[in-house]
DNA sequence: TCTGGGGTCCTAGGACCC
DNA sequence: TCTGGGGTCCTAGGACCC
Protein backbone atom coordinates (compact mmCIF):
# COMPACT_ATOMS: atom_id res chain seq x y z
CA UNK A 1 0.00 0.00 0.00
CA UNK A 2 1.53 3.68 -0.93
CA UNK A 3 0.52 6.76 0.40
CA UNK A 4 -1.83 8.57 -2.46
CA UNK A 5 -4.16 10.76 -0.35
CA UNK A 6 -3.23 14.06 -0.44
CA UNK A 7 -4.87 16.71 1.90
CA UNK A 8 -4.05 20.60 0.80
CA UNK A 9 -4.60 23.30 2.98
CA UNK A 10 -3.90 27.27 1.77
CA UNK A 11 -1.80 28.96 4.50
CA UNK A 12 -3.96 31.44 6.49
CA UNK A 13 -5.99 32.00 3.73
CA UNK A 14 -8.18 34.71 4.29
CA UNK A 15 -5.00 37.36 5.27
CA UNK A 16 -2.84 35.76 2.87
CA UNK A 17 -5.28 37.21 0.42
CA UNK A 18 -5.26 40.15 1.57
CA UNK A 19 -1.13 40.40 1.75
CA UNK A 20 -1.47 39.43 -2.25
CA UNK A 21 -4.22 41.90 -2.89
CA UNK A 22 -1.95 44.71 -1.10
CA UNK A 23 1.64 44.59 -0.86
CA UNK A 24 1.81 46.82 1.90
CA UNK A 25 0.22 44.66 4.11
CA UNK A 26 2.38 41.78 3.35
CA UNK A 27 4.50 40.97 6.97
CA UNK A 28 2.55 42.42 9.02
CA UNK A 29 0.24 41.25 10.89
CA UNK A 30 -3.47 41.96 9.87
CA UNK A 31 -6.67 40.80 10.53
CA UNK A 32 -10.05 40.48 8.62
CA UNK A 33 -12.92 41.64 10.14
CA UNK A 34 -13.73 44.29 13.23
CA UNK A 35 -15.74 43.02 15.16
CA UNK A 36 -14.73 39.76 15.33
CA UNK A 37 -11.59 38.69 14.09
CA UNK A 38 -12.68 36.62 11.01
CA UNK A 39 -9.12 35.60 10.17
CA UNK A 40 -5.43 36.30 11.43
CA UNK A 41 -2.17 36.37 9.15
CA UNK A 42 0.76 34.27 10.81
CA UNK A 43 2.35 37.66 11.77
CA UNK A 44 -1.05 38.49 13.67
CA UNK A 45 -0.99 34.38 14.80
CA UNK A 46 2.46 35.13 16.96
CA UNK A 47 0.73 37.47 19.09
CA UNK A 48 -2.07 34.93 19.86
CA UNK A 49 -4.79 37.04 17.77
CA UNK A 50 -7.59 33.84 16.46
CA UNK A 51 -10.10 33.56 14.26
CA UNK A 52 -13.03 34.23 16.24
CA UNK A 53 -11.65 36.31 18.39
CA UNK A 54 -13.46 39.81 19.78
CA UNK A 55 -11.72 42.44 18.12
CA UNK A 56 -10.78 44.23 21.06
CA UNK A 57 -9.23 41.38 22.39
CA UNK A 58 -6.76 40.88 19.74
CA UNK A 59 -5.92 45.00 19.39
CA UNK A 60 -4.73 44.24 23.17
CA UNK A 61 -2.60 41.25 22.47
CA UNK A 62 -1.61 43.39 19.38
CA UNK A 63 -1.76 46.82 19.18
CA UNK A 64 -0.16 47.33 15.85
CA UNK A 65 -2.62 44.61 14.09
CA UNK A 66 -4.09 46.46 11.22
CA UNK A 67 -8.10 45.53 10.24
CA UNK A 68 -8.98 44.93 6.69
CA UNK A 69 -12.55 44.39 5.65
CA UNK A 70 -12.63 41.10 3.47
CA UNK A 71 -12.57 40.88 -0.15
CA UNK A 72 -14.99 38.11 -0.06
CA UNK A 73 -15.49 37.62 -3.78
CA UNK A 74 -11.32 37.24 -4.34
CA UNK A 75 -11.47 34.46 -1.13
CA UNK A 76 -13.86 32.76 -3.54
CA UNK A 77 -12.05 32.94 -6.94
CA UNK A 78 -8.82 32.26 -5.67
CA UNK A 79 -10.02 29.27 -3.19
CA UNK A 80 -11.84 27.85 -6.47
CA UNK A 81 -8.98 28.24 -8.64
CA UNK A 82 -6.57 26.88 -6.06
CA UNK A 83 -8.72 23.62 -5.82
CA UNK A 84 -9.21 23.43 -9.58
CA UNK A 85 -5.55 22.85 -9.55
CA UNK A 86 -5.78 19.95 -7.77
CA UNK A 87 -8.50 18.93 -9.98
CA UNK A 88 -6.16 18.84 -12.46
CA UNK A 89 -4.52 15.52 -11.37
CA UNK A 90 -7.22 13.46 -10.24
CA UNK A 91 -11.38 13.71 -10.42
CA UNK A 92 -11.09 12.23 -6.77
CA UNK A 93 -11.04 15.38 -4.77
CA UNK A 94 -12.92 15.87 -1.88
CA UNK A 95 -13.99 19.73 -0.94
CA UNK A 96 -13.63 20.19 2.65
CA UNK A 97 -14.01 23.94 3.02
CA UNK A 98 -13.39 26.94 0.76
CA UNK A 99 -9.26 26.64 1.40
CA UNK A 100 -9.13 23.03 1.98
CA UNK A 101 -9.41 19.68 0.22
CA UNK A 102 -8.65 16.17 0.07
CA UNK A 103 -7.42 14.07 -2.82
CA UNK A 104 -6.28 10.52 -4.34
CA UNK A 105 -3.91 10.49 -6.77
CA UNK A 106 -3.87 6.57 -7.13
CA UNK A 107 -4.58 6.19 -10.38
CA UNK A 108 -2.95 9.01 -11.95
CA UNK A 109 0.78 8.21 -10.78
CA UNK A 110 1.85 6.65 -14.22
CA UNK A 111 0.64 10.41 -15.53
CA UNK A 112 2.09 12.44 -13.02
CA UNK A 113 4.44 10.42 -11.21
CA UNK A 114 4.69 10.13 -7.66
CA UNK A 115 2.15 11.22 -5.04
CA UNK A 116 5.09 13.30 -3.35
CA UNK A 117 6.07 14.83 -6.89
CA UNK A 118 2.86 15.50 -7.62
CA UNK A 119 2.23 16.89 -3.94
CA UNK A 120 5.49 19.31 -5.10
CA UNK A 121 3.72 20.79 -8.74
CA UNK A 122 0.44 20.96 -7.29
CA UNK A 123 2.41 23.68 -4.69
CA UNK A 124 4.51 25.29 -7.24
CA UNK A 125 1.62 26.07 -9.40
CA UNK A 126 -0.80 27.19 -7.02
CA UNK A 127 2.29 29.73 -5.62
CA UNK A 128 3.03 30.61 -9.07
CA UNK A 129 -0.29 31.23 -10.65
CA UNK A 130 -2.64 32.50 -7.84
CA UNK A 131 0.42 33.75 -5.54
CA UNK A 132 -0.27 31.65 -2.71
CA UNK A 133 0.65 29.45 -0.29
CA UNK A 134 -0.41 25.99 0.07
CA UNK A 135 0.44 23.32 2.15
CA UNK A 136 0.06 19.37 1.56
CA UNK A 137 0.41 16.33 3.65
CA UNK A 138 0.79 13.19 1.69
CA UNK A 139 -0.15 9.98 3.37
CA UNK A 140 -2.06 6.32 3.32
CA UNK A 141 -4.99 7.71 4.88
CA UNK A 142 -7.53 10.87 5.23
CA UNK A 143 -6.55 11.69 9.19
CA UNK A 144 -2.56 11.03 8.26
CA UNK A 145 -2.67 13.77 5.48
CA UNK A 146 -4.52 15.89 7.01
CA UNK A 147 -2.21 15.91 10.38
CA UNK A 148 0.92 15.90 7.30
CA UNK A 149 -0.27 19.11 5.73
CA UNK A 150 -0.47 20.62 9.58
CA UNK A 151 2.95 19.52 10.76
CA UNK A 152 3.74 20.85 7.38
CA UNK A 153 2.73 24.63 7.92
CA UNK A 154 3.79 27.17 6.89
CA UNK A 155 4.44 26.81 2.99
CA UNK A 156 5.47 22.95 3.25
CA UNK A 157 5.37 20.17 2.46
CA UNK A 158 5.08 16.62 4.90
CA UNK A 159 5.26 13.03 3.37
CA UNK A 160 4.42 10.08 5.70
CA UNK A 161 6.16 6.62 4.38
CA UNK A 162 3.48 4.22 4.97
CA UNK A 163 6.68 2.36 6.91
CA UNK A 164 6.74 5.30 9.48
CA UNK A 165 3.63 5.90 10.35
CA UNK A 166 3.30 5.21 13.62
CA UNK A 167 6.73 6.74 14.34
CA UNK A 168 5.55 9.72 12.99
CA UNK A 169 2.08 9.91 14.67
CA UNK A 170 2.68 8.98 18.00
CA UNK A 171 4.67 11.87 19.56
CA UNK A 172 2.26 14.41 18.00
CA UNK A 173 0.29 16.25 20.61
CA UNK A 174 -3.39 14.44 20.69
CA UNK A 175 -5.00 18.05 19.48
CA UNK A 176 -3.83 17.27 16.25
CA UNK A 177 -6.21 14.66 15.83
CA UNK A 178 -9.62 14.81 13.55
CA UNK A 179 -12.11 15.28 16.77
CA UNK A 180 -9.54 16.27 19.17
CA UNK A 181 -11.14 20.07 20.84
CA UNK A 182 -10.87 21.70 24.02
CA UNK A 183 -13.17 19.76 26.14
CA UNK A 184 -11.10 15.72 24.75
CA UNK A 185 -8.16 17.49 25.06
CA UNK A 186 -8.33 18.66 29.20
CA UNK A 187 -10.29 14.95 29.40
CA UNK A 188 -7.03 13.39 28.38
CA UNK A 189 -4.90 15.78 29.92
CA UNK A 190 -6.01 15.63 33.43
CA UNK A 191 -5.46 11.37 33.06
CA UNK A 192 -1.78 12.49 31.28
CA UNK A 193 -2.55 11.67 28.33
CA UNK A 194 -0.82 14.31 25.89
CA UNK A 195 0.50 12.74 23.01
CA UNK A 196 -0.80 10.44 20.41
CA UNK A 197 1.25 7.69 21.46
CA UNK A 198 0.18 7.57 25.04
CA UNK A 199 -3.38 7.91 23.80
CA UNK A 200 -3.03 4.68 21.45
CA UNK A 201 -1.28 2.99 24.62
CA UNK A 202 -4.53 3.59 27.04
CA UNK A 203 -6.76 0.70 27.59
CA UNK A 204 -9.62 0.65 25.83
CA UNK A 205 -12.20 0.67 28.68
CA UNK A 206 -10.43 3.79 29.78
CA UNK A 207 -11.02 5.25 27.14
CA UNK A 208 -14.78 4.24 26.35
CA UNK A 209 -15.04 5.39 30.08
CA UNK A 210 -13.21 8.95 29.50
CA UNK A 211 -15.37 9.59 25.88
CA UNK A 212 -18.08 7.41 25.34
CA UNK A 213 -17.94 4.06 23.68
CA UNK A 214 -18.34 5.73 20.15
CA UNK A 215 -15.75 8.78 20.43
CA UNK A 216 -13.24 6.22 22.54
CA UNK A 217 -13.43 3.69 19.70
CA UNK A 218 -13.28 6.25 16.73
CA UNK A 219 -9.88 8.01 18.29
CA UNK A 220 -8.30 4.36 19.84
CA UNK A 221 -8.40 3.65 15.58
CA UNK A 222 -7.01 6.57 14.68
CA UNK A 223 -4.73 6.76 16.86
CA UNK A 224 -3.37 3.45 15.71
CA UNK A 225 -3.63 4.76 12.14
CA UNK A 226 -6.65 2.69 11.50
CA UNK A 227 -8.58 5.32 9.39
CA UNK A 228 -11.77 3.95 6.95
CA UNK A 229 -12.47 7.77 5.63
CA UNK A 230 -12.69 7.31 2.02
CA UNK A 231 -12.84 9.88 -0.47
CA UNK A 232 -16.09 11.41 -0.78
CA UNK A 233 -16.26 13.47 -4.08
CA UNK A 234 -19.50 14.70 -3.28
CA UNK A 235 -21.62 14.46 -0.53
CA UNK A 236 -24.94 15.79 0.22
CA UNK A 237 -25.71 18.79 2.91
CA UNK A 238 -27.60 17.23 5.41
CA UNK A 239 -29.04 20.60 6.91
CA UNK A 240 -29.34 24.23 6.24
CA UNK A 241 -29.53 26.65 8.69
CA UNK A 242 -29.07 30.63 9.46
CA UNK A 243 -28.09 32.37 12.89
CA UNK A 244 -27.82 36.04 13.79
CA UNK A 245 -26.29 37.31 17.06
CA UNK A 246 -28.39 39.97 18.71
CA UNK A 247 -25.62 41.50 21.21
CA UNK A 248 -28.32 42.16 24.00
CA UNK A 249 -31.84 42.08 22.92
CA UNK A 250 -35.10 42.24 24.79
CA UNK A 251 -36.44 38.60 24.37
CA UNK A 252 -40.10 40.42 22.54
CA UNK A 253 -41.64 39.71 19.70
CA UNK A 254 -40.62 42.66 18.00
CA UNK A 255 -37.08 41.03 18.42
CA UNK A 256 -37.41 37.59 17.39
CA UNK A 257 -40.58 37.69 14.90
CA UNK A 258 -38.33 40.00 12.10
CA UNK A 259 -35.52 38.32 12.60
CA UNK A 260 -36.99 34.60 12.42
CA UNK A 261 -38.52 36.23 9.41
CA UNK A 262 -35.41 37.33 7.61
CA UNK A 263 -33.48 33.92 8.72
CA UNK A 264 -36.23 31.82 7.25
CA UNK A 265 -35.86 33.84 4.26
CA UNK A 266 -32.40 33.35 3.71
CA UNK A 267 -32.63 29.27 4.28
CA UNK A 268 -35.76 28.72 2.35
CA UNK A 269 -35.00 30.72 -0.81
CA UNK A 270 -31.26 28.37 -0.88
CA UNK A 271 -33.62 25.29 -0.15
CA UNK A 272 -36.26 25.88 -3.37
CA UNK A 273 -32.94 27.01 -5.31
CA UNK A 274 -32.06 23.52 -4.75
CA UNK A 275 -35.22 22.27 -4.39
CA UNK A 276 -34.60 20.25 -1.48
CA UNK A 277 -37.54 20.88 1.48
CA UNK A 278 -36.77 19.41 4.83
CA UNK A 279 -39.13 17.82 7.29
CA UNK A 280 -37.36 18.77 10.58
CA UNK A 281 -37.29 22.79 11.72
CA UNK A 282 -35.12 23.66 15.17
CA UNK A 283 -34.58 27.02 16.62
CA UNK A 284 -31.59 27.60 18.98
CA UNK A 285 -31.77 30.75 21.35
CA UNK A 286 -28.81 31.80 22.74
CA UNK A 287 -29.61 33.60 26.02
CA UNK A 288 -27.27 37.01 27.84
CA UNK A 289 -25.72 34.26 29.88
CA UNK A 290 -24.61 31.99 27.17
CA UNK A 291 -27.22 29.25 27.98
CA UNK A 292 -28.41 27.69 25.37
CA UNK A 293 -31.68 25.99 24.42
CA UNK A 294 -33.00 24.52 21.29
CA UNK A 295 -36.62 22.81 20.21
CA UNK A 296 -37.00 21.04 17.12
CA UNK A 297 -40.47 19.64 15.57
CA UNK A 298 -40.60 17.26 13.17
CA UNK A 299 -43.14 17.20 10.17
CA UNK A 300 -45.13 15.07 8.25
CA UNK A 301 -44.43 16.80 4.78
CA UNK A 302 -41.14 18.63 3.98
CA UNK A 303 -41.36 22.28 3.83
CA UNK A 304 -39.79 25.42 2.10
CA UNK A 305 -41.81 28.05 2.09
CA UNK A 306 -40.62 31.01 4.20
CA UNK A 307 -43.67 32.33 5.67
CA UNK A 308 -44.32 28.15 7.33
CA UNK A 309 -40.65 28.02 8.44
CA UNK A 310 -41.19 31.57 10.03
CA UNK A 311 -43.99 30.48 11.66
CA UNK A 312 -43.04 27.63 13.20
CA UNK A 313 -39.77 28.74 14.23
CA UNK A 314 -41.78 31.42 16.01
CA UNK A 315 -43.83 28.89 17.81
CA UNK A 316 -40.79 27.19 18.63
CA UNK A 317 -39.07 30.30 20.44
CA UNK A 318 -42.12 31.13 21.87
CA UNK A 319 -42.08 28.24 23.85
CA UNK A 320 -38.85 28.24 24.44
CA UNK A 321 -39.21 32.07 26.12
CA UNK A 322 -42.58 30.75 27.71
CA UNK A 323 -40.25 28.09 30.04
CA UNK A 324 -37.63 30.51 30.87
CA UNK A 325 -39.62 33.93 32.30
CA UNK A 326 -36.84 35.01 34.10
CA UNK A 327 -34.64 35.44 30.99
CA UNK A 328 -35.24 38.79 29.82
CA UNK A 329 -32.54 39.10 27.05
CA UNK A 330 -31.22 36.98 24.53
CA UNK A 331 -27.94 37.80 22.29
CA UNK A 332 -28.48 34.65 19.44
CA UNK A 333 -31.60 33.55 17.37
CA UNK A 334 -31.19 30.48 14.76
CA UNK A 335 -33.06 28.48 12.34
CA UNK A 336 -31.74 25.08 11.02
CA UNK A 337 -33.90 22.93 8.63
CA UNK A 338 -33.13 19.26 8.43
CA UNK A 339 -34.22 15.92 6.91
CA UNK A 340 -33.36 17.53 3.84
CA UNK A 341 -35.65 15.55 0.86
CA UNK A 342 -32.66 14.35 -1.66
CA UNK A 343 -34.58 15.79 -4.60
CA UNK A 344 -37.90 17.18 -4.81
CA UNK A 345 -40.13 17.63 -7.80
CA UNK A 346 -41.52 21.08 -7.04
CA UNK A 347 -44.49 20.09 -9.85
CA UNK A 348 -45.56 17.82 -6.58
CA UNK A 349 -45.67 20.25 -4.23
CA UNK A 350 -48.44 22.45 -5.97
CA UNK A 351 -50.96 19.45 -5.70
CA UNK A 352 -49.43 19.17 -2.05
CA UNK A 353 -50.74 22.74 -1.49
CA UNK A 354 -53.72 22.69 -3.14
CA UNK A 355 -54.72 19.64 -0.77
CA UNK A 356 -54.01 21.51 2.46
CA UNK A 357 -55.26 24.15 1.49
CA UNK A 358 -58.38 22.67 0.98
CA UNK A 359 -58.12 20.87 4.37
CA UNK A 360 -56.67 23.81 6.21
CA UNK A 361 -57.07 26.96 4.67
CA UNK A 362 -54.06 29.31 5.25
CA UNK A 363 -52.10 26.97 6.62
CA UNK A 364 -49.16 24.56 5.39
CA UNK A 365 -48.43 24.93 2.17
CA UNK A 366 -50.73 27.51 1.37
CA UNK A 367 -51.36 28.05 -2.03
CA UNK A 368 -50.78 32.00 -1.85
CA UNK A 369 -47.23 31.81 0.08
CA UNK A 370 -46.46 29.10 -2.28
CA UNK A 371 -46.86 31.97 -4.89
CA UNK A 372 -45.38 34.41 -3.58
CA UNK A 373 -41.91 32.56 -2.73
CA UNK A 374 -41.60 31.30 -6.15
CA UNK A 375 -42.41 35.23 -7.59
CA UNK A 376 -39.82 36.38 -5.04
CA UNK A 377 -37.45 33.88 -6.17
CA UNK A 378 -37.59 35.62 -9.51
CA UNK A 379 -37.38 38.84 -9.05
CA UNK A 380 -34.38 38.33 -6.95
CA UNK A 381 -32.83 36.25 -10.04
CA UNK A 382 -33.19 38.78 -12.16
CA UNK A 383 -32.40 42.29 -9.81
CA UNK A 384 -30.64 40.84 -6.72
CA UNK A 385 -31.30 39.62 -3.22
CA UNK A 386 -32.13 43.11 -1.68
CA UNK A 387 -34.63 43.96 -5.11
CA UNK A 388 -37.50 42.99 -2.35
CA UNK A 389 -37.88 41.91 0.61
CA UNK A 390 -40.19 40.73 3.61
CA UNK A 391 -41.16 44.58 4.32
CA UNK A 392 -40.13 45.49 7.69
CA UNK A 393 -37.07 42.59 8.04
CA UNK A 394 -35.04 44.64 5.46
CA UNK A 395 -34.36 46.95 8.01
CA UNK A 396 -34.52 46.18 11.17
CA UNK A 397 -31.66 43.72 11.09
CA UNK A 398 -28.34 43.86 12.31
CA UNK A 399 -25.74 42.35 10.00
CA UNK A 400 -22.48 42.16 12.34
CA UNK A 401 -21.33 40.02 9.71
CA UNK A 402 -21.00 41.09 5.79
CA UNK A 403 -23.59 38.73 3.43
CA UNK A 404 -21.19 37.96 1.40
CA UNK A 405 -19.12 36.09 4.08
CA UNK A 406 -22.12 34.51 5.13
CA UNK A 407 -22.38 32.98 1.65
CA UNK A 408 -19.02 31.85 1.76
CA UNK A 409 -19.25 29.59 4.74
CA UNK A 410 -23.04 28.16 2.77
CA UNK A 411 -22.21 24.47 1.91
CA UNK A 412 -23.58 23.26 -1.44
CA UNK A 413 -27.23 21.81 -1.19
C1' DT B 1 -21.72 45.92 20.77
C1' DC B 2 -18.36 40.92 25.54
C1' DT B 3 -18.48 36.53 22.52
C1' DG B 4 -19.57 35.30 14.17
C1' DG B 5 -21.71 31.97 11.03
C1' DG B 6 -22.53 27.48 8.60
C1' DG B 7 -22.13 22.95 9.15
C1' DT B 8 -21.41 17.45 10.95
C1' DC B 9 -21.80 13.82 14.13
C1' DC B 10 -22.76 11.62 18.67
C1' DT B 11 -25.43 10.59 22.97
C1' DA B 12 -29.11 9.47 25.93
C1' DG B 13 -33.71 8.94 26.98
C1' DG B 14 -38.39 8.14 25.59
C1' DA B 15 -42.23 6.74 22.43
C1' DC B 16 -43.75 3.30 19.71
C1' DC B 17 -43.87 -1.00 17.05
C1' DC B 18 -43.79 -5.96 16.45
C1' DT C 1 -36.25 -11.67 42.52
C1' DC C 2 -36.63 -11.22 37.95
C1' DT C 3 -40.01 -8.47 35.19
C1' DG C 4 -38.55 -9.81 26.65
C1' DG C 5 -35.99 -7.46 23.37
C1' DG C 6 -34.72 -5.46 19.16
C1' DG C 7 -35.39 -1.72 15.91
C1' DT C 8 -36.64 2.96 14.48
C1' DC C 9 -37.74 7.57 15.09
C1' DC C 10 -37.72 11.83 17.64
C1' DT C 11 -35.88 15.44 20.85
C1' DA C 12 -32.40 18.15 23.38
C1' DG C 13 -27.86 18.98 24.23
C1' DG C 14 -23.01 19.06 23.25
C1' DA C 15 -18.34 18.62 20.94
C1' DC C 16 -16.10 19.67 17.04
C1' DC C 17 -14.70 21.49 12.34
C1' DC C 18 -13.72 25.36 9.00
Redesign the pocket.
Known amino acids: MTATILHADLDAFYASVEQLLDPSLRGKPIAVGG ?2 V ?1 AASYEAKAFGVR ?2 M ?1 GRQARELCPQLIFVNGHFKEYQRLGDAAIRVVGDFTPLVER ?5 AFADVVGCTHLFGPPAEIARTIRARVRRELGLAISIGVARTKHLA ?1 IASQVAKPDGLVVVDPDDELAFLHHLPV ?1 L ?9 ARLGATGVETIGQLAKLPGRALERLL ?4 GE ?1 LAALAWNRDPREIKVR ?1 R ?9 L ?2 KPAEERVFRPTLLHLAD ?1 ICT ?1 LRAKSRPG ?2 V ?1 VRVRF ?1 N ?1 A ?7 LDAPICATRILADLAEELVRAILAERPKQKTI ?2 L ?1 I ?1 V ?2 LEDSWDLDLELPLALHDEARRPGTRLGLARWAADCAVDKIRDRFGWDAIGYGSVALGI ?4 PDA ?2 EL ?3 D ?1
Open positions: GVLGGPISIDEKEMWGVGPVTKGPAAKRARSAGAQSAGRRRRTTTMVVSRSVTSLASSHSRSVFRAEKL
